[in-house]
């Protein structure tokens, strides 16, 4: 069956037009992120967005976009039913405030937003959240094992019934807390954290093309993802968190986060769960799990992988105006492809 992307940064404008093919041609759905430069805070502007990435999809494009809502500390609790009625919107994004791109606008305290996540979980909306606890006085590999212990588990234990996914799992304390949690707790796990430790940022020089957030972590946490995702376990999907950057803001003096994963994503992702043996559960993980958790159906339509006797050629960057994207998977051998349709490319 076709996949899913349970997490997908496809941006505005020049980018946008330049990376939505590498989703909008491999996955049938997937879970657009609302922090834009101007984050997608009402109904309005979520309907406005869906329609400036639907306008750029070809005619015959079978790819739905699913939209988020930002949440702030002033949403009211009263457009919940709204977003509900007018199937607006699949889920809402929690950023803490401070943790990640775009995310001054997130929030502080949980204790704020208590009353609209009561009406998300009446009116069945599922939460996506950002699971790091942000501050200088926390240790960067800390703060999502922090985050759990200090907000997550107040959350869940208020609010059992609100549905929610902790996005882009780095810790293996991460992979227990979901497992021994309640059916309402899933979570996304990105390509990248599944081939990335935090010895890779920084091979024999600083690679700004691998810093993300959450950052990658011990190669016990890589292994621990790596056996967790390709396990089948139906808690555990993929979102790719996706995330383009111009090259000029990734290397720079004060470089952001965020890794370009689409094109290859699903080509890796083959490669990675072949070598554990597990291909019988590739399935799952891109295309079964994460629409139970969205309790939508699973696609009917299918894809075709094909493993090459040598690696496929891979590209290195998109040009987008002046400046250019890279591509997460060019320092990777890359044994599997997608077959397009007939008269399909990127
Ligand atoms: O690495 C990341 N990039 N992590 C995030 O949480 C946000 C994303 C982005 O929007 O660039
Ligand atoms: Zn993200």
């Known amino acids: ?20 093919d ?44 699913l939209m988020t809502l930002y949440l702030t500390e002033s949403t009211k609790p009263q457009i919940i039913k709204e977003l509900k009625r007018g199937h ?78 902790l996005e882009h799992i780095t810790t293996l304390d991460a992979i227990q807390y979901i497992k021994h949690a309640n059916k309402n707790l899933a979570a996304t796990i990105t390509v990248h954290h599944l081939m990335l430790n935090r010895n890779h940022m920084f091979q024999k020089g600083i690679r700004p093309h691998y810093y993300c957030l959450p950052v990658a972590k011990r190669e016990k946490h890589r292994k621990a993802l790596l056996q967790t995702a390709t396990s089948g376990n139906k808690k555990f999907f993929l979102g790719t968190d996706s995330a383009p950057h111009l090259s000029r803001d990734k290397e720079s003096d004060c470089g952001c986060a965020g ?8 080509n890796l992702l083959a490669g990675i769960f072949e070598e554990e043996k597990k291909l019988d559960n590739l399935e799952k993980f891109v295309s079964i799990n994460g629409a139970t958790h969205y309790n939508l159906p699973v696609n009917t339509n299918k ?7 040598s690696p496929i050629k891979v590209r290195n960057h998109i040009k987008v105006n002046n400046d250019k994207v890279m591509i997460f998977g060019k320092d990777f051998d890359i044994y599997w492809e997608i077959k397009l349709p007939k008269n399909e490319s990127f």
């Open 88 to 165: 607006i919107i699949t889920a809402i994004k929690y950023y803490p405030a401070g943790a990640t791109t775009n995310s001054t606008n997130g929030i502080k305290s949980f204790k704020t937003i208590l009353p609209v996540l009561e009406e998300m979980a009446k009116n069945d909306i599922p939460l996506c959240i950002h699971g790091e606890l942000p501050g200088e006085e926390y240790d960067i590999f800390d703060r999502e094992k922090l985050f759990i212990d200090l907000v997550l588990d107040r959350i869940i234990s208020i609010i059992p019934d609100l549905r929610i996914t």
């Open 22 to 65: 590498f989703s909008s041609k491999v996955f049938s759905r997937a879970l657009v992120m609302p922090n834009l430069s101007n984050p997608v805070i009402s109904p309005l502007k979520a309907m406005e967005y869906k329609k400036e990435i639907t306008k750029r999809l070809g005619r015959n494009s079978e790819f739905t976009p």
């Open 259 to 266: 890794i370009f994963s689409a094109p290859y994503a699903l």
């Open 1 to 20: 069956m076709k996949p899913d992307d349970w997490h997908l940064h496809l941006r505005e404008g020049a980018v946008l037009n330049k990376v939505l």
């Open 303 to 309: 894809i075709t992988l094909v493993k090459r006797d």
